[in-house]
């Protein structure tokens, strides 16, 4: 079975200042696809960011970039000039690329992120 | 373009008790996803549905869990009796096949 593990339960940054939050995931398979999601205290759940496992370039979507690591398994999220409206709790998920089967994300347990003024 | 609509958004109920909560998937969207997210852990599915049929389910507690998707739209879960540790915000998603999910705002149910 696959996991994902998110080992900084907290962080904090200044505003306009980057931050980096940690994932690194366990599975046996070579086709996959990798997501960073943001939870305001609103709860909705939004995309941030997506990485397919075959592409070897990083994505990037306007401030936020990832470090993906294949053979280390491991699936950083940058984030640049923080500004206050990127305080959420920050999940790392991951999603099987075989089709016909289970499509389900697999969350790690999240990373609350403080940004101070 | 509408989102996923979940109601209610919140609900409290005494354990042994019945319980139901409905989801409205974004218009076309084959695919709707039920998660539940204990307090301070990640989403974990409960069941995935393509158009009315069940694609998994084997985390789903089905003894006292169950959902349907009439007509491959709109879903209900249920939960009867409740237990404590049913106590969670459960989460809808939906889905073009094999795109993004895209979530709901959740209810939040707290089980005394």
């Known amino acids: 079975a696959q996991t994902v593990t998110q080992s900084q339960p907290e962080m904090s940054v200044q505003e306009a200042e980057t931050v980096t939050l940690s994932c690194t995931y366990d599975t046996s398979e070579s086709d996959y696809y990798l997501f960073w999601y943001k939870q305001p205290p609103s709860r909705q759940m939004i995309l941030v960011i997506r990485?397919?496992?075959?592409?070897?370039q990083n994505a990037t979507e306007n401030r936020f970039s990832v470090n993906f690591q294949k053979a280390a398994k491991s699936f950083s999220l940058k984030i640049s000039d923080s500004q206050l409206g990127d305080a959420a709790m920050y999940f790392c998920?991951?999603?099987?690329?075989?089709?016909?089967?289970?499509?389900?994300?697999?969350f790690g347990k999240g990373t609350k992120l403080t940004v101070n003024p | 373009e509408a989102g996923v609509a979940q109601s209610p958004r919140y609900k409290i109920i005494e354990k042994r008790q019945s319980v139901a909560f409905w989801c409205n998937p974004i218009?076309?969207?084959?695919?709707l996803y039920w998660y539940q997210q204990i307090l301070g852990q990640g989403p974990k599915l409960l069941i995935q549905f393509q158009n009315n049929g069940v694609v998994d389910d084997s985390q789903l507690p089905k003894d006292r869990f169950s959902a349907e998707r009439l007509k491959g739209v709109d879903s209900t879960l249920k939960i009867q009796p409740a237990k404590l540790e049913d106590s969670a915000v459960y989460l809808c998603a939906s889905s073009p096949l094999f795109r993004e999910q895209f979530f709901g705002p959740g209810t939040r149910l707290t089980v005394l």
């Open positions: 998920a991951y999603r099987s690329g075989s089709q016909g089967g289970s499509e389900k994300l697999v």
């Open positions: 990485q397919e496992a075959y592409k070897q």
């Open positions: 218009s076309g969207h084959a695919t």
